[in-house]
């Protein structure tokens, strides 16, 4: 990008996008694999931060995020929803066949989607669904949505265009968060929308 003069402009949207550390996901418990796994994200992470140098500008979905970084052009761009897709939805409602609850975000160790299974029975015996929407990010998560390992009311839905997203959420009985504290999460201000 540098050699053909194209400024490079980071938005970021997570703490860990503005920190030399990034949030240490994994716990004692977890076991060695994911602890020596998540000690190399760390350690990548870190290796990373001197990237930003090159970065023209910095679009910070939060106010908080400013100044963070060693990139002197920043500016606040807050959310912003497309309320014409609004329109849309509402006409198009997500066909279903049973109720369900939906959980929507890239399904990653700081989303916490280990929590989900232990959601999953309870549904079950009011026969709701849970769908998962989202991208896989990476294995261990991934492991989680395995048949054996959740009940057959869990439905990992993977990722989806954003008025198919916009409808599942509308259509759902509840919307379930799981993330750890990371600002202010899309799919609430997208739910609130509806």
């Known amino acids: ?9 980071l ?6 996008d503005v920190s030399r550390w990034p949030m240490w996901d994994a716990t004692l418990r977890s076991g060695p694999r994911p602890l020596v ?21 910095v679009a910070a979905q939060r106010e908080d995020f400013l100044g ?4 002197r052009r920043e500016r ?7 309320a014409s897709l609004l329109e849309q939805v509402v006409d198009d409602a997500w066909a279903w066949p049973r109720p ?6 890239n399904v990653k160790p700081r989303k916490r989607p280990e929590e989900l299974q232990r959601l999953a029975g309870p549904l079950a015996e009011h026969g ?13 998560s991934a492991d989680l949505f395995r048949p054996a390992a959740v009940g057959p009311n869990v439905h990992a839905l993977g990722g989806r265009r954003l008025d198919e997203v916009l409808a599942i959420v509308a259509g759902a009985r509840a919307l379930i968060v799981t993330a750890r504290e990371e600002g ?5 201000v997208q739910a609130w929308w509806q």
């Open 68 to 71: 963070r970084t060693p990139v």
């Open 37 to 57: 796994a998540e000690l190399r994200r760390v350690v990548q992470h870190r290796r990373t931060w001197s990237a930003l140098r090159h970065v023209a500008g």
């Open 100 to 105: 369900y609850v939906a959980w929507v975000g």
């Open 76 to 82: 606040l761009v807050r959310n912003v929803f497309d």
């Open 1 to 9: 990008l540098a050699a053909h003069a194209i400024p490079l402009v």
């Open 184 to 188: 202010f999460s899309n799919v609430l």
């Open 11 to 16: 938005a970021t949207a997570h703490v860990d």
């Open 128 to 140: 709701v669904d849970l769908l998962v929407v989202g991208a896989m990010t990476d294995r261990r």
